[in-house]
DNA sequence: GAAGATTATGTCAGTGACTGCCATTCGGCA
DNA sequence: TGCCGAATGGCAGTCACTGACATAATCTTC
């Protein structure tokens, strides 16, 4: 759940008093180390990278680098957590009015736009959190990990939509069901935009998961013995 | 997938020459790690229980164990997926009446009666994979595996019921989001019987499933500002 | 039923993830 | 400047897992 990234790599605001200076060396280490294993990730794959590989990349102890991740997994899954934080975020944000699929789908157009734009390049950007998820696709343990990251998202979802619509998520099932569904939907959307390489890029993506969207109203109710 | 137990602790058939002895000593000596491990785990923790004790419990060495079994997390989820391939069995009996849902409602009530009636006790009976099901719930590594094989599941799932419906998967996603929503139903089942100690046994469990199943028409299609 | 081909098992050495412990160093602050 | 708490490094140790090779058990064939 907590997704830091350094607010700007600059020197403290000159008015008020930021956070000081041992607060941002560690953000600074922490970034690089985040960096530096995707990085090692992309160009060996994530078994072939030993953390000691990682942590000398940065200049810094083994041992620290694990005072940082509690695993060689968390570092990978970082970069999304980027993500998931906007996601959560813009979601948040959406108007009352709006039904949970509708501010679910803009909330995810929203929060892509937004990461492209706040996050251009490095660590966090777009690019980088769809490269990780080839890698993470076939790399089982860090599939694994991912999905129990999903499925805790899902849940924080869930309790959202729950509070949007006024309903308890003990007692009334809808909230759980729909945050699953949509769950679905981008796990579908990211193994077909894995498979295909036609669709590549962070549009190919935003285009599949709309025209995966499309398709839940007739999945969710209709005759099913009958082309949508 | 594979989930083998042995078929009966017996000498071969008289008539037909059934699988050799080499082939039986092997069903016993997996059975045998699997039980082990499972006792284990179920007294000291998963985390506390070492392949060399699980090994030894069997004597037979830590690198035969590592012959069965690709890793520690495997043997937890083994009794497991004799469960899963007791449902996608029944699954797949199901006549081609019935929509989706009324299918695995089906099969996993049958499933469960048939586990019951044919495992009593021992790995592989379903208070085993109850009992499995709590630490796995709060075992993260474990949790994480489980839910990678469960998005297994949910893809085989999702491609029988298309095959039963004559869809192409990969056009239509109402396959897909059905499966996911019976996994998510499954799990929030687990969650809750995890929760609440009211509910124990499989027929508490079976009960919640129902009820949750129940949710599920209203939870689809309907109007989700005013109650069920 | 014995020789020879297969296959399971054991042993051993090695790598790499991860942890606890203690000494050292560094940033925050009076 | 000097003290305190936090961050780091180094080290030893445990444990999951793997490759290589030798041994022993089954299976086959004559």
């Given at each position: 759940m907590a997704a830091q990234l350094p607010p700007a790599a600059t020197a403290p605001a000159a008015g008020g008093t930021g956070p000081g200076l041992r607060e941002r060396k560690k953000q600074r280490t922490r970034a690089a180390l985040i960096?530096?294993?995707?990085?090692?990730?992309?160009?060996?794959?994530?078994?072939?990278?030993?953390?000691?590989?990682?942590?000398?990349?940065?200049?810094?102890?083994?041992?620290?680098?694990?005072?940082?991740?509690?695993?060689?997994?968390?570092?990978?899954?970082?970069?999304?957590?980027?993500?998931?934080?906007?996601?959560?975020?813009?979601?948040?944000?959406?108007?009352?009015?709006?039904?949970?699929?509708?501010?679910?789908?803009?909330?995810?157009?929203?929060?892509?736009?937004?990461?492209?734009?706040?996050?251009?390049?490095?660590?966090?950007?777009?690019?980088?959190?769809?490269?990780?998820?080839?890698?993470?696709?076939?790399?089982?343990?860090?599939?694994?990990?991912?999905?129990?990251?999903?499925?805790?998202?899902?849940r924080v979802v869930a309790r959202l939509i729950a509070a949007r619509e006024g309903l308890d998520p003990a007692e009334d099932l809808r909230p759980t069901v729909i945050a699953a569904v949509f769950g679905s939907v981008l796990r579908a959307a990211h193994l077909s935009w894995n498979a295909d390489q036609e669709e590549s890029g962070p549009e190919g993506m935003i285009a599949l998961i709309g025209r995966y969207f499309d398709q839940l109203g007739p999945a969710l109710a209709g005759d099913w013995r009958h082309p949508a």
């Open positions: 960096e530096a294993a995707h990085r090692l990730f992309l160009s060996q794959g994530f078994a072939q990278t030993t953390v000691d590989e990682i942590a000398s990349a940065v200049d810094v102890s083994q041992r620290t680098f694990f005072r940082y991740f509690a695993n060689k997994d968390e570092v990978a899954l970082a970069v999304l957590a980027i993500a998931e934080d906007y996601f959560i975020d813009r979601l948040r944000r959406r108007p009352a009015e709006e039904n949970p699929l509708q501010a679910m789908r803009a909330a995810i157009v929203e929060s892509w736009r937004d990461l492209g734009a706040e996050h251009r390049t490095g660590p966090g950007s777009v690019t980088s959190a769809l490269e990780l998820l080839q890698i993470i696709e076939d790399t089982p343990t860090l599939l694994a990990a991912h999905l129990r990251r999903a499925a805790e998202q899902e």
